[in-house]
């Protein structure tokens, strides 16, 4: 029984090893696809589509989010007479934390998703095998696309949402606490310096990266049909945010220690 | 032109072909027959590149390729188009775009010319005037014919068919076996076309090898295929059941 029970860890160990070194694999594969020159129409029609089209979404999320965290924030603020430092604070939390993590999760979903689904119904349909035996290495045109638009684009998600939280939090704060718009902006001023942004935003190339690596391989490695399809998109999803909180934890340590 | 040396693939623990030798002219069309799961798909899979064997040789041309690098196999693909079973085209392109594929990615021509070269691949496949249409509005047939009009983009010297007629009616089968048949006489390429559709076999080939349990049971020419003393090609062509399960009629009631 016990014997039966270390059998079943050891193997899901080593199968989560064997998964994880291929993600690297798939990584260090991908980024020696980057000496030759990317095609820049694929990358573009990427950042659009993995980018741009995310954008709506994300900003909804960080308004709401920004709206929150000020209702929550200001009353006790309110009571201890700090209201002068609610700008700052909503600011901070949005940069260092909230928008980059949310922004992650947000498009691990949508966009993670949409790589997974979209490379892996071509993988069970032997499209990827058509790119092969038509000379086309699938990494360096179906990865490398994917890869460098959500790293690039990820971050600029990050502005929009930090700033859209930002306004969030100042809509909330000014007609709901009656906090004014000098002592919300002065405050933001005052207590926030340019690494909670930018620790944020070197935050969000790695969860793009995450996104589009997971998503991918995860595409790449599916089998048995539709219903293949339908678990290695939930497996990319749920993959990609577990690795953006886990690697938001050291990625913190590292940048604001 | 391609040569099979002692080929023998397994899957786990699953043998597939067991020391399978096979070589093709240049210039011939050779039939792989067999039934489903006799390892026929995996031959074409190990001519292409896709399957590495576990042990033995694969030659197109002068290049051994069964544990070559991608960078290499690529340059051997270059040579080579492909009709898959259910045509594997990219569905997020049209069909102008599919059959540009090879050529947008692999030479320097410019727009006008590679939609001209689309124009003609389409035209001798008889579609011409489809260059927009999306794959999810072909049918079975029509994008079969997409498939082999990309395989044929860059004049490739080799053509390889995975079961070419399966799925189709039989007139669209007849056009398919057609349309393989003025693709060999126009081109003069290498042809490996994997089947089990016997009418399509006959018409289509210059010799027939057929695989039985992944192994090679009979290979010769149509004739001799035909005039085969081996119960199991009798069989297999004349379309009977496995041996003492034929014809056994039921009691009339």
Same mark, same amino acid.
């Given at each position: 029984?016990?014997?039966?029970?270390?059998?079943?860890?050891?193997?899901?160990?080593?199968?989560?090893?064997?998964?994880?070194?291929?993600?690297i694999?798939?990584?260090?594969?991908?980024?020696?696809?980057?000496?030759?020159?990317?095609?820049?129409?694929?990358?573009?029609q990427?950042m659009?589509?993995?980018?741009?089209?995310s954008?709506?979404?994300?900003?909804?999320?960080?308004?709401?989010t920004?709206?929150?965290l000020?209702i929550?924030? !200001?009353?006790?603020?309110i009571?201890?007479?700090?209201?002068?430092?609610?700008g700052?604070?909503?600011f901070?939390?949005?940069?260092?934390?909230l928008?980059?993590?949310?922004?992650g999760?947000?498009?691990?979903?949508?966009?993670g998703?949409?790589?997974?689904a979209?490379?892996?119904?071509?993988?069970?349909?032997e499209?990827?095998?058509?790119?092969?035996?038509?000379?086309?290495?699938p990494v360096?045109?179906?990865?490398?696309?994917?890869?460098?638009?959500?790293?690039f684009?990820?971050?600029?998600l990050?502005?929009?949402a930090i700033?859209?939280?930002?306004?969030?939090?100042?809509l909330?704060?000014?007609?709901?606490?009656g906090?004014?718009?000098?002592?919300?902006?002065?405050s933001?001023?005052?207590?926030?310096?340019?690494?909670?942004?930018?620790?944020?935003?070197?935050?969000?190339?790695?969860?793009?990266?995450?996104v589009?690596?997971i998503?991918?391989?995860?595409?790449?490695?599916t089998?048995q049909g539709a219903?293949?399809?339908?678990r !290695?998109?939930?497996?990319?999803?749920?993959?990609?945010?577990?690795l953006?909180?886990i690697?938001?934890?050291?990625?913190?340590?590292?940048?604001?220690? | 032109?391609?040569?099979?040396?002692?080929?023998?693939v397994?899957?786990?623990?699953?043998?597939?072909?067991?020391?399978?030798?096979?070589?093709?002219?240049?210039?011939?069309?050779?039939v792989v027959?067999?039934?489903?799961?006799?390892?026929?798909?995996?031959?074409?899979?190990?001519?292409?590149?896709?399957?590495?064997?576990?042990s033995?040789?694969?030659?197109?041309?002068?290049?051994?390729?069964?544990?070559?690098?991608?960078?290499?196999?690529?340059?051997?693909?270059?040579?080579m188009?492909?009709?898959?079973?259910?045509?594997?085209?990219f569905?997020?392109?049209?069909?102008?775009?599919?059959?540009?594929?090879?050529?947008?990615?692999?030479t320097r021509?410019?727009?006008?010319?590679i939609?001209?070269?689309?124009r003609?691949?389409?035209?001798?496949?008889?579609?011409?005037?489809?260059?927009?249409?999306?794959?999810?509005?072909?049918?079975?047939?029509m994008?079969?014919?997409v498939?082999? !009009?990309?395989?044929?983009?860059?004049?490739?010297?080799?053509?390889?068919y995975?079961?070419?007629? !399966?799925?189709?009616?039989?007139?669209?089968?007849?056009?398919?076996?057609?349309?393989?048949?003025s693709?060999?006489?126009?081109?003069?390429?290498?042809?490996?076309?994997?089947?089990?559709?016997?009418e399509s076999?006959?018409?289509?080939?210059?010799?027939i090898?057929?695989?039985y349990?992944?192994?090679?049971?009979?290979?010769?020419?149509?004739?001799?295929?035909?005039?085969?003393?081996?119960?199991?090609?009798?069989?297999?062509?004349?379309?009977?059941?496995?041996?003492?399960?034929?014809?056994?009629?039921?009691?009339?009631?």
């Amino acid at each position: 029984m016990v014997i039966h029970m270390l059998e079943r860890i050891g193997r899901s160990v080593i199968v989560m090893l064997e998964n994880g070194g291929r993600v690297i694999k798939l990584f260090l594969d991908t980024v020696g696809h980057l000496r030759r020159k990317p095609n820049g129409h694929h990358v573009l029609q990427q950042m659009v589509h993995l980018g741009v089209n995310s954008l709506p979404i994300v900003m909804l999320t960080m308004l709401f989010t920004g709206m929150v965290l000020t209702i929550q924030t !200001a009353h006790e603020f309110i009571r201890y007479g700090a209201q002068s430092s609610v700008g700052g604070i909503v600011f901070i939390a949005m940069g260092r934390e909230l928008a980059p993590v949310l922004t992650g999760v947000v498009v691990a979903g949508r966009v993670g998703a949409a790589i997974t689904a979209e490379i892996g119904s071509m993988k069970v349909t032997e499209q990827i095998d058509a790119l092969k035996v038509m000379a086309t290495d699938p990494v360096a045109y179906l990865v490398v696309p994917r890869l460098l638009s959500c790293m690039f684009m990820l971050p600029v998600l990050g502005i929009f949402a930090i700033v859209i939280g930002t306004v969030g939090g100042y809509l909330v704060a000014s007609t709901y606490s009656g906090i004014s718009s000098f002592s919300y902006f002065h405050s933001i001023k005052t207590y926030a310096v340019v690494m909670d942004v930018l620790g944020g935003l070197i935050k969000t190339i790695f969860f793009g990266a995450i996104v589009a690596i997971i998503g991918c391989h995860k595409g790449l490695t599916t089998a048995q049909g539709a219903e293949g399809v339908g678990r !290695a998109t939930t497996g990319s999803v749920v993959a990609s945010m577990i690795l953006i909180f886990i690697s938001n934890y050291f990625l913190s340590v590292l940048l604001y220690r | 032109m391609i040569s099979l040396k002692n080929l023998s693939v397994a899957f786990g623990n699953k043998p597939v072909l067991n020391n399978i030798s096979l070589s093709v002219e240049k210039g011939e069309t050779l039939v792989v027959i067999g039934p489903s799961g006799s390892g026929k798909s995996t031959l074409l899979r190990l001519i292409v590149g896709l399957t590495k064997p576990d042990s033995g040789e694969v030659w197109v041309g002068d290049q051994e390729i069964s544990g070559a690098e991608e960078d290499r196999l690529n340059v051997v693909r270059r040579n080579m188009g492909m009709v898959f079973q259910y045509s594997a085209l990219f569905d997020s392109m049209s069909v102008g775009e599919n059959v540009a594929f090879g050529l947008r990615q692999h030479t320097r021509m410019k727009e006008e010319d590679i939609a001209r070269v689309v124009r003609r691949k389409l035209r001798s496949v008889g579609l011409s005037g489809q260059e927009n249409k999306m794959p999810n509005e072909l049918s079975g047939g029509m994008k079969k014919r997409v498939s082999l !009009a990309r395989a044929i983009a860059l004049n490739p010297g080799i053509v390889l068919y995975d079961e070419p007629t !399966a799925g189709l009616d039989p007139m669209m089968s007849a056009t398919i076996s057609r349309l393989i048949c003025s693709t060999q006489r126009v081109l003069g390429v290498t042809s490996v076309v994997v089947t089990h559709d016997m009418e399509s076999a006959f018409w289509v080939a210059d010799r027939i090898a057929m695989i039985y349990e992944g192994e090679i049971v009979e290979c010769g020419k149509v004739d001799e295929i035909k005039a085969s003393s081996n119960p199991l090609v009798q069989r297999f062509i004349n379309g009977m059941a496995h041996s003492g399960a034929a014809a056994k009629r039921r009691p009339k009631i």
